[in-house]
Nanobody
Framework: QVQRVESGGGLVQPGGSLRLSCAPS????????MGWYRQAPGKQRELVAV???????NYADSVKGRFTISRDNAKNTVYLQMNSLKPEDTAVYYC??????????????WGQGTQVTVSS
């Protein structure tokens, strides 16, 4: 299921910064693990960063030290602060919300994607 929830993409020069936001509706946001994925042309979608409902974070090696994922449960919003951007960060970035119950049922939602282009 895809929701129109993302904002903040655009064109930026190498070394610049962008902040992506994702505000999904129709879920109990605080219960979900939130993640950012990206897909570059001709490549598979890959995990960029994830933050659990308990605020534990994990990052792809390629973005460690440059990107920061955070969440504001009061605003039902997850952010991806991207600094020191490189041309290889160019991709469509997707927001993901997931939750797995002890029963084995899994809920997962995707944003529509937002383009990030890093170029001079």
């Amino acid at each position: 299921q895809v929701q129109r929830v993302e904002s903040g993409g655009g064109l930026v020069q190498p070394g610049g910064s962008l902040r992506l936001s994702c505000a999904p509706s129709r879920i109990v946001f605080r219960l979900y693990t939130m993640g950012w994925y990206r897909q570059a042309p001709g490549k598979q979608r890959e995990l960029v960063a994830v933050i659990t409902s308990g605020a534990t974070t994990n990052y792809a090696d390629s973005v460690k030290g440059r990107f920061t994922i955070s969440r504001d449960n009061a605003k039902n919003t997850v952010y991806l602060q991207m600094n020191s951007l490189k041309p290889e960060d160019t991709a469509v970035y997707y927001c993901n919300a997931s939750r797995s119950l002890v029963t084995g049922v899994r809920y997962e939602y995707w944003g529509q994607g937002t383009q990030v282009t890093v170029s001079s």
